[in-house]
């Protein structure tokens, strides 16, 4: 089945600064790849997501990056600010199947120091 | 669209008590899924429905828990008898067919 490593566990970052984090799984059938944040005290929230079809995707000051043949995707985030200190989780799952199951890393927390 | 509603957000309790978390999915979402959050397992899932009907209870610990769905706005887990390893925190996720999971804001449980 899939697995999905995730690392740094813990990453701490200047204001600023880009963070980024980085995930890999083994299932070469997965093709579904979201990131997910979790604040203190809430539930996961999704933020981005990427499917196999494209390898680079953004969204404002969050982008992410996806390497299939090496099986690895990643987080980047650029100019961090306080709040995005939280803990990020990244997924994976073949998208296709509509019953898709998401394999969950698992999860960094990300520091922003002022 | 107010989310995916759990209640309640925090349960006290003593060993051996029974234990129950509600949940109310998103309009429309015809999967619902049940996850434990702990420090030392991270995410789990527990269980999932599809159309109110459970699909897969292989996450589900042991006997003691147990998960319902009698319609499509709403969705219980209960355990009984509570254990002091069931402390947790138990979030609630929806999604319809082909669209990204939405989680509430969880049920912090702790069995003293």
């Known amino acids: 089945g899939e697995n999905v490593e995730q690392h740094p566990s813990t990453l701490s970052v200047q204001e600023g600064d880009s963070a980024v984090i980085k995930c890999t799984y083994s299932d070469s059938a997965s093709n579904y790849f979201p990131w997910y944040k979790q604040e203190l005290g809430k539930g996961p929230q999704l933020i981005i997501d990427?499917?196999?079809n494209v390898g680079e995707k953004k969204d404002q000051r969050i982008a992410v990056t996806l390497n299939k043949t090496a099986k690895h995707f990643s987080l980047h985030i650029t100019e961090t600010q306080p709040e995005d200190s939280a803990v990020y989780f990244c997924a994976a799952s073949p998208w296709g199947d509509s019953n898709y199951q998401l394999i969950w890393g698992a999860g960094t927390k990300l520091i922003i120091k002022p | 669209d107010a989310g995916v509603i759990q209640s309640p957000r925090h349960e006290v309790t003593e060993m051996g008590q029974e234990v129950t978390l509600r949940c109310k999915p998103i309009s429309g979402h015809d999967y619902l899924f049940w996850y434990r959050q702990t420090m030392m397992r991270g995410l789990e899932l527990l269980i999932y429905?599809?159309?109110?009907?459970?699909?897969?209870d292989s996450g589900m610990p042991e006997d003691r828990f147990s998960a319902k769905m009698p319609n499509a706005s709403f969705s219980t887990l209960k355990i009984q008898p509570s254990e002091p390893r069931d402390s947790a925190v138990y979030f609630c996720a929806s999604r319809e067919t082909g669209s990204p999971l939405h989680f509430g804001n969880g049920t912090r449980l702790t069995v003293t």
């Open positions: 990427i499917r196999s």
């Open positions: 429905f599809n159309n109110n009907v459970p699909i897969d």
